[in-house]
């Protein structure tokens, strides 16, 4: 009787070594990602608002860059309300995408002219890639544009 022979015994230890060690199967799973800082805003006049766009996330881990800037208002009620009120409850009236942005760390002029709301308030919050939305900025008045 005559016993099985490998044609390659080579490539057969090779396979071994392949299916012994291999790991996980399937692509890699991306670490999540985290909120960016929130940037600071101030107003220009009644209609430009001046960001600084953020550096880092809330971890303090260097931004590669935002995806897009979005300006979120509320009417105004009673009191003054608190970034996170206006970025839960406001709706998104503006919104800027890549490539019309600053890098990270840099200044950019947001004229708001184009915006018809009666008074109210504004945040600015920065969008990492996979709609990652960071921590809102300050809360800003919005002013009748009649004005």
């Known amino acids: 009787m005559r016993s099985p022979r490998l044609a390659n015994p080579l490539l057969a230890i090779t396979l071994g070594l392949l299916t012994v060690h291999c790991g996980r199967k ?3 799973i991306p670490r999540p990602r985290a909120a960016a800082q929130a940037m600071e805003a101030r107003l220009e006049g009644l209609r430009k608002i001046r960001l600084v766009l953020p550096s880092a996330d809330v971890n303090g881990v260097p ?3 935002v995806e ?3 300006v979120i208002y509320l009417p105004l009620g ?3 309300p608190s970034p996170e009120d206006v ?3 406001g709706e998104v009236v503006l919104e800027r995408r890549r490539p019309d942005l600053a890098g990270p760390g840099e200044t950019l ?3 708001l002219k184009s915006l018809q709301r009666p008074p109210g308030w504004i ?3 920065a969008v990492r890639l996979g709609e990652v939305a960071g921590r ?3 809360v800003l008045p919005w002013m009748d544009p009649a004005l």
């Open 136 to 138: 809102p900025s300050d």
């Open 26 to 28: 399937g692509d890699p």
């Open 123 to 125: 945040v600015v919050v």
């Open 78 to 80: 009673l009191a003054k």
């Open 68 to 70: 897009s800037l979005r």
């Open 63 to 65: 931004l590669a860059g």
């Open 87 to 89: 970025f839960s409850r």
């Open 109 to 111: 002029l947001l004229d």
